[in-house]
């Protein structure tokens, strides 16, 4: 279960909110309307769920091209939610996110292309625990840009990603009797995002 930290996604985050870069030069990721969820196997046998409450970041590109998007993401790892209290202590703990020594996680994008459309494969560096590594998003826009009641312009986007928690330093676990281990070492990454125009 605690393995569902390397989402991050987390970023990660995050990126995905590229796709209604075609739209402006600058948007500001919403944290109140953006989801980063991790998903792990637990013990073999199920899936545990877990999310970031904290996410921040902005995106930018130059005039209509999505090609020139930079996304550049940040998660709090402290705000790792389970709903479990003791679980998610241990979560923040050395054994995995060590959250007093990496505080945060961060996604900055390296590269956009399109995969049809409305979808891109975003490329991007993501900092977890310490390391970091080439993440790749898979990304889809979630409709037109549109106005909300406040006068402001307003955009979402989702993204998928899976990544191996030991390529992150992150390799706790304990052997099961019966074989196996108490916690998967694939996580797999879902996000949401909401983006308001600067």
């Excluded at 209509?64 to 402290?78: E, F, Q, R, W, Y």
């Excluded at 996110?97 to 990496?102: M, R, T």
């Amino acid at each position: 279960m605690k393995s569902r930290i390397s989402k991050t996604a987390f970023a990660v985050a995050i990126a995905l909110a590229f796709p209604f870069l075609a739209h402006a030069d600058t948007w500001h990721i919403d944290p109140a309307h953006t989801n980063v969820e991790f998903t792990v196997r637990h013990m073999m046998i199920s899936n545990v769920k877990g999310q970031f409450q904290k996410t921040s970041g902005t995106i930018t590109a130059d005039g209509n091209d999505p090609a020139s998007a930079k996304i550049d993401a940040t998660i709090d790892a402290s705000s790792v939610d389970t709903r479990v209290e003791k679980r998610d202590a241990h979560l923040k703990s050395p054994d995995f996110l060590d959250v007093a020594k990496y505080p945060t996680i961060t996604f900055k994008s390296t590269k956009v292309e399109a995969a049809g459309p409305g979808k891109w494969n975003v490329t991007g560096d993501l900092t977890l625990h310490g390391v970091t590594k080439p993440v790749v998003l898979e990304v889809e826009q979630s409709g037109a840009p549109i106005h909300d009641p406040m006068g402001n312009t307003r955009a979402g986007a989702s993204a998928t990603t899976k990544i191996k928690r030991s390529d992150f330093g992150l390799t706790w676990n304990k052997v099961l009797e019966s074989g196996g281990v108490l916690v998967g070492d694939e996580v797999a990454i879902s996000i949401d995002v909401e983006a308001i125009k600067k």
